[in-house]
């Protein structure tokens, strides 16, 4: 089963060009069958797509979420189907607590790019490069970015190998022209969220692979770009501290602190956390 494991849409993400409808009807055009929808911190286009009375035959659309933690990059996170966490669209938790909550509920949590962009990826981060711990509770690495030149991709894949995680591969697709330049493969056909959790964590195989699109953003800006970056962690930083007592509200609601701080964990599959 070939999936694009990293898809923004005009839906869901600021910066998305490509409505998820013409992202799913190019990706069936060259041949893949399925997408995991990566928004940043949003759930909006999934929710779309949910609504929809006549969906695409034959093409599996998965949730996931891209998350901008406060302190490491972004992370590609996956939860159990029928588990609809609030907190996870509200932006700039710390990496550790976000694993601790996606673990919590049973989903699984990688670093998208891990070796691209300062701030933006996990190995270019101040707490990447000091908390080497941290890189033992990831479920997957993102291998292959489409949007990654080769030496990022390389030396992400290379990370995947010396913790032995499996590689999820994506386009990072924003625009028409990028969709479908990533893929991930997988040895079973799987229909859920859930389905693809127990194949990552049974330890099954994935391959991985693409070819490198090369007009992104900071490919047209070159130097330029790295004031777009220090905007961009200027901008995260800001809406981190907006949405702070949102955050803080949800774990208190959940009783998430206090119950992972006692060392529990609940199984989510008997949970009633509402609709997707």
Not at 18 to 33: A, M, T
Not at 157 to 183: V, W
Not at 230 to 248: D, E, H, T
Request: proline share 3%; with cysteine.
């Amino acid at each position: 089963m070939k999936l694009d494991m990293h898809c923004h849409t005009k839906e869901g993400s600021p910066d998305g060009k490509l409505e998820l409808l013409e992202n799913i009807s190019i990706l069936k055009q060259k041949g893949y069958q399925g997408m995991l929808i990566t928004d940043h911190n949003s759930y909006k286009a999934y929710r779309y797509y949910k609504k929809l009375q006549e969906k695409p035959d034959d093409f599996v659309v998965l949730k996931g979420i891209e998350y901008d933690t406060i302190n490491a990059g972004h992370m590609l996170v996956i939860m159990p189907s029928g588990v609809n966490l609030p907190i996870l669209e509200l932006r700039g938790l710390p990496l550790l607590l976000l694993i601790e909550i996606v673990h919590f509920y049973g989903g699984i949590i990688g670093p998208a790019h891990p070796c691209g962009e300062r701030f933006l990826s996990v190995c270019n981060t101040l707490h990447g490069k000091l908390s080497e711990y941290i890189y033992h509770k990831f479920d997957f690495v993102e291998g292959y970015n489409a949007c990654e030149d080769a030496d990022s991709n390389m030396r992400a894949m290379a990370l995947s190998k010396k913790y032995d995680l499996p590689c999820f591969g994506g386009s990072d697709s924003h625009k028409e022209d990028c969709a479908g330049f990533g893929y991930t493969i997988l040895q079973d056909h799987i229909s859920s969220e859930t389905e693809l959790i127990d194949y990552i964590r049974s330890g099954k195989a994935t391959m991985i692979g693409g070819r490198h699109y090369m007009h992104t953003t900071k490919a047209k800006l070159g130097k330029v770009n790295n004031v777009l970056v220090y905007s961009f962690w200027i901008y995260n930083k800001f809406l981190a501290l907006l949405r702070r007592k949102s955050r803080n509200f949800e774990l208190m609601e959940n009783q998430l602190l206090d119950t992972i701080r006692a060392g529990k964990r609940r199984d989510s599959r008997y949970i009633p956390l509402g609709d997707d």
